[in-house]
């Protein structure tokens, strides 16, 4: 893979992943909580949004590995559950935000490309069509439901205050389950191939 392809796909990584995070930002103050507007979070300048880790180290190493699944995360903004006005139901709308953002992102894109596509040069089709599939990648893996990703915080609607309290604790665990689980293949599962075929067919839908 070359540099410059995985530079290109590094940036719109990292934007998408912004848009993403001011998504998350945007709703939780709608909803009653300013803590991501106060801390100056509700903005596209990278700078307050960047995770040396999580929003380049990470993404590099899965691009040059030559990975089916790239993902990459900015730093999550931070919100307050007790400024909200219905705290686990508001939490879930706050979840669903982001991946919900970058689904708006790739269906527009799609849309570019399905217009325009005799008028692009080769370079801008083959970023708007890099540009889909990395926010349809986001949100994919965003609404798995293990803690802490965003479809955790939808799933635990469906439990008991109790249950879904221990469920979301397992957080600081969950990230490190989840890389085993994309790592490690368990009998038939792998849920990197499950996440590779819903991004495909994701991109059949649009007709891509």
């Known amino acids: 893979m070359s540099l410059e392809f995985g530079v290109l796909v590094l940036v719109i990584l990292i934007f998408s992943a912004i848009f993403h995070e001011v998504a998350h930002g945007i709703v939780a103050d709608r909803l009653g909580d300013p803590t991501a507007r106060l801390l100056g979070r509700l ?3 990278p700078i307050p949004h960047i995770d040396p880790i999580m929003s380049i180290l990470l993404p590099l190493m899965l691009i040059f590995s030559g990975s089916p699944v790239i993902f990459g995360a900015a730093k999550p903004v931070p919100v307050d559950p007790f400024n909200l006005r219905d705290g686990r139901r508001d939490m879930a709308l706050v979840a669903l935000a982001g991946p919900l953002t970058n689904v708006g992102i790739a269906i527009l894109g799609a849309i570019v490309l399905h217009l325009f596509a005799g ?6 089709y083959f970023f708007i069509l890099q540009v889909v599939r990395l926010n349809l990648l986001l949100a994919i893996f965003n609404l798995i ?6 479809g955790s915080k939808v799933f635990s609607l469906i439990l008991s205050e109790q249950q879904a ?4 604790s397992l957080g600081n665990m969950g990230i490190f389950i989840l890389f085993a689980l994309l790592l490690i293949p368990i009998g038939g599962f792998s849920l ?3 996440i590779f075929n819903l991004l495909e067919f994701s991109m059949h839908l649009l007709g891509l």
């Open 43 to 45: 903005t596209l300048n």
């Open 165 to 168: 309290g221990a469920y979301l």
């Open 145 to 150: 439901p293990i803690p802490p990703l965003d």
């Open 192 to 194: 990197g191939q499950i």
């Open 119 to 124: 008028a692009l040069d080769t370079f801008f």
